[in-house]
């Protein structure tokens, strides 16, 4: 069971790749910087934590999904995305007011469904296509 503390971590650095916002960000960094000695002591005890310390770490796999969400194609790319682990996954999808403040989809309105796999906003090639948004995750990992 994942730790309130773990948990916020994670949502911090999440939130602040989906609307650009360096607080939340520097907030979860303060906040693994406390437990850092007591996770390195006991490992075994903050298994969520560490997942989170990586993705602080590495960086997130960003994945933000262009459409509309009753679009078959968008379902489709959707669930190409949930069909795979991806640690450190921060996934936006939406389009118009649905998008509005999220950093990840900014000026990604398309014509139909399309998926953008990105590390630190430096994206692949946009896709339509459920098997090569899947090579591109593997490849992101």
């Known amino acids: 069971m994942p730790s309130g503390t773990s948990l916020t971590i994670e949502l911090l650095l999440i939130l602040g ?7 939340y960000t ?6 693994l910087e406390t437990i850092a000695e007591t996770m390195a002591r006991y490992p075994t005890a ?23 969400p009753t679009d078959v194609g ?21 389009a118009g007011s649905a998008a509005d403040g999220i950093e990840l989809l ?5 014509s139909e469904p399309t998926a ?3 590390r630190a906003y430096a994206c692949d ?12 995750l593997k490849a992101a990992r």
């Open 17 to 23: 790749d989906l609307f650009a916002l360096r607080a």
């Open 26 to 31: 520097d907030r979860a960094m303060h906040m």
């Open 46 to 68: 903050f298994g969520h934590a560490l997942g989170a310390a990586d993705m602080a770490v590495r960086g997130a796999i960003e994945v933000a999904i262009a459409g509309s």
């Open 74 to 94: 968008f379902r489709e790319l959707a669930l190409a995305v949930a069909g795979r682990y991806v640690p450190s996954l921060v996934l936006a999808g939406g």
């Open 106 to 110: 900014k000026d990604r309105e398309r």
């Open 116 to 118: 953008f796999v990105c």
């Open 125 to 136: 090639a946009p896709t339509h296509n459920p098997n090569e948004l899947i090579a591109q």
